[in-house]
């Protein structure tokens, strides 16, 4: 998808347009440059988390960019991988599935597919023995904005046992693991990468592949992730833990690849005599997620007529714009105290798990997608 000529910006189209309905604003020139500096950078196969916002255009632009394998958790998500790129290479890593869904999978060629349990291993007969099953390794490893362990994957003993069996039964054997949401600590994929050899020995199996998962910090406060010093760190934790036999290696960023590429524009409904501020976007829209991961200091507010607003820094209570009392950010945010009713407010990097969890409740909700040349 070629940027619109028409919006060079948000705040372009914010003048001209004056939406009262959150709008999401798109650049896939920045979608494509973050996708080029995971293919340039990171030593072996890069695909894309599909959950994270599975819109067609973030598919569409990234097969552009040169991505072809995605990690898809279900059969949807697989159809619409299918509908941008028929020979998409697809990694179906959500390790719990049930019998009938991995009945569909097998409509749509599966290439790759996770597990945690003998059980989930036993649903996979309908895929076929010509498959990578790759083990997912959980472990107490810190660094990341909340740990996937809990949920997902199975301890260094456990992992073992599987990994034989997954080679008995005649599957590519393999290896995967998470460190978590919006890690950026290279020494929690060390950790992890160390671990794996050391289960692949002393399962006795030579595994073909190891995936890394995804993380690489892709935040919405703080200094953006160095990509380049973690993508050097997985290298020489693997060259470390596995030697001349270093398989290939994997990685499945989401949030790192779409976040980046997004802006969600919110406007002022009102401003309290408290100072709190309602705006037409919540915890049931785009800001859905803001009630697990809060942390934010990437925003900017704006006029009607598109100027960026100034003023003193305060903290003001957020509410989201449905009736029910529970739609409000979990923390004050630093806003301008010149906000006033009419206004905008721009939240940087909400490409991922915005579009994807938003809901339509209350009549209230982001729609389609507008594209722009920049989101500066």
């Known amino acids: 998808m070629r940027p619109d000529p028409h919006w060079l910006s948000p705040e372009h189209h914010l003048r001209r347009e004056q939406p009262d309905h959150p709008v999401m604003y798109f650049s896939p020139v920045v979608l494509q440059q973050t996708a080029q500096r995971f293919l340039d950078g990171f030593p072996g196969l ?20 040169g991505i072809t394998a995605f990690d898809v958790a279900s059969p949807a998500e697989m159809a619409a991988v299918r509908a941008v790129c028929p020979e998409a290479v697809l990694h179906y890593n959500n390790p719990v599935r049930s019998i009938a869904e991995v009945t569909e999978a097998a409509q749509y060629g599966i290439t790759s597919a996770s597990i945690d349990c003998l059980s989930e291993l036993d649903k996979l007969t309908p895929l076929g023995t010509d498959l990578e099953v790759t083990v997912r390794l959980a472990l107490p490893v810190k660094g990341a904005a909340y740990d996937f362990g809990a949920k997902f994957g199975v301890g260094p003993e456990g992992a073992t046992a599987l990994l034989k069996e997954v080679a008995a039964r005649g599957y590519r054997p393999s290896l995967c693991f998470h460190p978590g949401t919006q890690c950026d600590d290279p020494a929690a994929w060390a950790a992890y990468i160390q671990e794996a050899a050391d289960v692949a020995q002393a399962a006795g199996v030579v595994i073909a592949r190891l995936n890394v998962g995804g993380g690489f910090a892709s935040h919405r406060a703080g200094v953006n992730p160095d990509l380049e010093r973690i993508f050097d760190g997985i290298r020489a934790a693997a060259a470390g833990a596995f030697g001349t036999a270093v398989p290939e290696l994997i990685c499945e960023p989401g949030r790192a690849l779409a976040a980046e590429a997004f802006t969600l524009a919110t406007r002022v409904k009102a401003v309290r005599d408290s100072g709190a501020v309602f705006l037409n976007d919540g915890l049931y829209g785009g800001l859905f997620e803001f009630r697990d991961i809060f942390a934010v200091d990437r925003l900017r507010s704006v006029s009607s007529s598109g100027a960026l607003r100034d003023g003193e820094m305060t903290p003001r209570m957020v509410f989201g714009p449905t009736c029910d009392s529970l739609d409000q950010l979990p923390e004050p945010v630093q806003l301008p105290d010149t906000l006033v009713e009419g206004d905008y407010v721009l939240f940087s990097g909400m490409g991922a798990y915005s579009l994807s969890l938003s809901t339509g409740f209350n009549g209230y909700g982001v729609g389609r997608p507008v594209t722009v040349a920049a989101l500066d």
């Open 46 to 65: 890069v695909t894309y988390a599909v959950k994270a916002n599975p819109d067609e255009a973030v598919l569409v632009n990234l097969v552009a960019a």
